[in-house]
């Protein structure tokens, strides 16, 4: 069965431009969780996913938004990239009854702001 | 708010040893806490997760503990391996917005020697 995955790998953008970052979760996962990682710090949760809504946001601007489609992938897009949005991006997902307590990870996107 | 503490110094033990890694929480004790596992560059790997009302857990090599008086969790890996070697997370549910986010320490680096 296959793993959440995620795409692209490595994305370089400009700053001021826009990125979409992409997830699909695991067969029958409904909830999808987005984090940044940014070098040398942790795991920073920017949004939940599940049935299509939005669950809940952590303390980021509003240019970091996403949706999550009727097939439970997940979109996130960064407008007006600053320099301090480069980090890995990480997307997991997990049933909706089991909450996080069984959630599997993607192996994220890098994503590079020049 | 909630704190998750994990040792920011990397952790350097001989192949063969315990490593003890340590995760601290202020406030109010979680339902449950999580240990991930990280490799550069790479998404977490989820690795055990124990319960409020459970003392100890294990699972292999593996062992984690949850003391709620002390507020702190240890994880320990015996017998270690150079293929040990990698960040290892804590994560603990937080109350926010009226739901619960999966909350990450920023992890502590351990390093196995042959």
């Known amino acids: 069965e296959a793993g959440v995955t995620q795409s692209p790998t490595h994305l370089i953008k400009t700053r001021g431009q826009q990125a979409t970052l992409r997830c699909s979760p695991i067969s029958g996962h409904t909830s999808v969780y987005w984090y940044q990682q940014a070098l040398g710090l942790g795991l920073q949760f920017l949004l939940w996913?599940?049935?299509?809504?939005?669950?809940n946001r952590g303390n980021f601007p509003p240019r970091f938004s996403g949706r999550q489609f009727p097939n439970y992938s997940s979109e996130l897009n960064v407008n007006a990239l600053e320099l301090e949005d480069s980090a890995l991006y990480l997307c997991?997902?997990?049933?909706?009854?089991?909450?996080?307590?069984?959630?599997?990870f993607g192996q994220g996107t890098r994503l590079t702001v020049v | 708010s909630q704190k998750i503490e994990q040792n920011s110094e990397a952790l350097n033990i001989q192949e063969g040893k315990t490593a003890t890694l340590t995760c601290n929480y202020t406030n109010y004790s979680p339902a449950y806490l999580q240990w991930y596992r990280q490799d550069p560059g790479r998404g977490p790997v989820f690795l055990l997760l124990i319960r409020e009302n459970e003392k100890e857990k294990r699972k292999e090599r593996l062992k984690v503990t949850f003391d709620t008086t002390l507020k702190q969790s240890l994880f320990h890996i015996t017998a270690s391996q150079p293929a040990d070697s990698a960040t290892y997370l804590c994560a603990q549910p937080q109350a926010s917005g009226g739901s619960y986010i999966p909350t990450f320490g920023r992890g502590t680096s351990l390093i196995v020697h042959p």
């Open positions: 996913y599940d049935e299509g809504e939005e669950r």
């Open positions: 997991a997902s997990s049933l909706r009854e089991t909450l996080f307590t069984e959630a599997f």
